[in-house]
């Protein structure tokens, strides 16, 4: 059986004295969509802060079979890992395509001459974004602003690509493009380990699937099965359903 890209046993992550995630054990095969879904509070924030070395963790992250634990965060970066976090963190001042080629510093680094295969590569991936190429990113939509943030993170052709809460504030219909791109972006090869609230929406684009409660794994399985679960559906595609009525 061929090891995961990703696999993290009896990880243990917080803030100061406050600990959040208590021995969690997750994987990600290599070329597949990994979701992790839950409510506000249960540490899907902290689980990709402490694999990308934002915050610090104990147990064990293995990646390409190699352990993680004492690498720094620009060292995971080198090893092929980008988080988009939360809040998108683009440089709002520059414009877009300024944004995208300073995501390309791993690529650079590694020898490459320059940036303009991955950077066709991304526009080809969002259109919208080569039309928005020489417009300040702090004027773009909000969908345009995740675009544009998924799209930097990939400049680097990261293997592992980790997404929190992608869908966050975006109306419906953008929300739908962006999950489509996620779903495209399994046939490039990359991994992507996908933290989301709008859980109808991760299963259907996700191969697995894991239900973070209170810092420990619920439940997990793979996302067809997670969709059709009766306690996923009571409490998370249930309100979702609901919300979507209202």
């Known amino acids: 059986m061929t090891a995961p890209l990703l696999h993290v046993t009896d990880l243990h992550a917080g803030y100061g004295k406050a600990e959040v995630l208590h021995g969690l054990n997750l994987k990600a095969a290599a ?8 409510p506000n509070g249960a540490g899907k924030s902290t689980l990709l802060n402490a694999l990308m070395g934002v915050l610090p963790a104990r147990g064990h992250i293995a990646y390409r079979g190699h352990s993680l634990v004492q690498q720094s965060l620009e060292e995971r970066v080198m090893q092929g890992i980008a988080l ?3 809040t998108r963190a ?6 877009v395509e300024d944004n995208l080629r300073l995501g390309a510093y791993r690529q650079l680094r590694l020898g490459a001459k320059n940036s303009d295969a991955s950077l066709e590569r991304v ?10 190429r020489r417009q300040l990113a702090g004027t773009l939509s909000g969908g345009e602003r995740q675009m544009l943030a998924v799209g930097r993170a990939l400049m680097g052709q990261p293997a592992l690509l980790m997404l ?3 869908s966050l504030g975006l109306a419906p219909l953008v929300v739908r493009d962006i999950f489509a791109t996620i779903s495209a ?3 490039t090869g990359v991994t992507i380990l996908l933290v989301e609230q709008n859980a109808r929406a991760a299963l259907e684009v996700a191969d697995y699937g894991y239900v973070l409660e209170m810092g420990e794994i619920a439940l997990e399985g793979p996302a067809s099965a997670l969709a059709s679960d009766p306690r996923v559906i ?3 595609l249930g309100a979702a359903r609901a919300k979507a009525a209202a």
Do not use: K, N, Q
Not at 90 to 95: I, R
Not at 123 to 132: G, H, I, K, V
């Open 234 to 236: 009571d409490t998370y």
């Open 185 to 187: 972006l399994r046939s």
């Open 84 to 86: 988009v976090p939360e």
């Open 90 to 95: 683009l440089f709002a001042s520059m414009p």
């Open 123 to 132: 526009y080809t991936l969002f259109p919208r974004l080569r039309e928005r």
């Open 164 to 166: 929190d809460e992608p």
């Open 31 to 38: 070329g597949s969509v990994v979701t992790v879904i839950g």
